[in-house]
């Protein structure tokens, strides 16, 4: 038998009284497609941290091509061979791409960016990545970002490549591309660990390793198992997905009239955008990313101003009101990047918790009332499931889905009239995604009107009672969700406009 590219052996790591991974072990070939699947807060970033030096384990073994394997670092690991594609880009903003990957690559006082950049070139045009090498990364999409990211790795000749929900940010056609550049690293020899909630992903990879709670449950062949079994494993029981139920809608909560909000250049990044959303209803937003659904959300919360148009909220014109008199007025909004607009990293579970409502219930004169906030914060990880040692621990060190959470328990409670949830499910399991669909229909059946943009079609079917598309900014129609299909959708979404859209 051939000697396994990398291969954990009782593999342990733990955060003070935090269980993070607890005696795990598997191991990766040449050429294999092995997959990481687990609830958020399974511990599969922490694992993947383990074996590419960014944390040390506290017990256990990691052996890479049969030698033990000591790293002190994250440059360690480059060096070995092991890349990491991270699920939270890590990148220089004001850095280019290029400069982005030779960063501390350098072995003298000259970094040779001529051959550097001609290397670069040649690994785009081999896997079909169209990128600017010269580009700076702030100038990027997000989807751009996520390739970025991906050049770092295969830049370095990495024979491990571990990613790490490589495609959250991206669209259908960018996801195949993907697999189809994770095809060619098989057929080269490199392995490749993925890190999906996706389980038409995780049915791509060779095997999948399911881990609930830090544990490994099991390890399954794909070819002889299926997605229910992996969810059952991954959550211990049967997930039945969430379904909207009819109701009557009561009368208009939010109204845009005309909006449009400027972008650069002659381009508006919302252009003449106009809908009712009543009392008591959900509108979903589809859309391939960067079609105008931040900038929409944006200017409803206040974050914008339209250029032209009116917002209307409960009967009030909101269009040239502040961020926080409109969130005053009974809005709340669970933004797209739950670490950069959702939450203050640095700042504790508790104190995220009443961002917002800082200056009201929670103060006490110029001081804010500690107490109130301590057990606010422990109902609310009580209520919400929240899986943390305290509530004065970081945000920032939350898993995506606890952080998500967090979002959805401030929001939920400030949001008594309107509640706007941007890809409230993108990055998160099944089991995540079941809870939050559960809490949106609870907020809806109180009577809050409610725009829910999402990437995932799927989702807005199953919420939604009408769903609209946007295309470069343009609102191509609205339809029924009940008298519409997966295919009309995506023609809107191409920008066909469809007879029986609003």
Known sequence: MSTPTIEARGLCKSFGPVRANHNISFSVDAGELFCLFGENGAGKSTLSACLTGLYPPNDGDILFKGEPLRMASAADAIRSGIGLVHQHFV?????????????????GLIVPYKEAE???????????????????????????RQWAELLKALYFDADLLILDEPTATLDIENSKKLFRIIDKLKADGVALILISHFLDEVMQADRVAVLRQGELVGIRKTAETTPEELTRMMVGRDVEPKHREHSDVGPARLVLENVTVAGVGQVP??????????????????????????PLMEVIAGVRRPAFGRIILDGVVISDKAARDIKDMGLGHIPDDRFVEGLVPEL???ENLILGDHRGEYARGAFLDFPKMRQRAEQAI??????????????????????????????????????????PTRGLDIGVIEYIHTRLLEKRAEGVAMLIASSELEDLLS??????????????????TDQTN??????????QPLENAA
């Not at 990148?91 to 072995?107: A, C, M, Q, R």
């Not at 670069?120 to 999409?141: F, H, K, M």
């Open 382 to 423: 009580k209520e919400f499931q929240i899986s943390t040692p305290s509530a004065d621990i970081p945000a920032g060190n939350l898993s995506g889905g606890n952080a998500q959470r967090v979002i959805l328990a401030r929001e939920k409670r400030l949001a008594t009239k309107v509640l706007l949830a941007n890809q």
């Open 463 to 480: 919420l939604c009672d009408r769903i609209g598309v946007l295309f470069q900014g343009r609102l191509m129609g609205i339809v029924k």
């Open 91 to 107: 990148l220089v903003p004001d850095f280019t791409v290029l400069e982005n990957i030779v960063i501390g690559s350098e072995k």
């Open 118 to 144: 001609a290397k670069l070139r040649q690994i785009c045009e081999t896997y079909g990545i169209e990128i600017e090498p010269n580009a700076l990364v702030r100038d990027l999409s997000v989807g751009e």
């Open 269 to 294: 990044d919302l252009n003449d955008v106009s809908f009712t959303i009543h009392q008591g209803e959900i509108l979903g937003i589809a859309g391939v990313a960067g079609n105008g659904q931040n």
């Open 486 to 495: 997966l295919e009309e959708i995506g023609l809107l979404m191409a920008g």
């Open 348 to 350: 504790s579970i508790e």
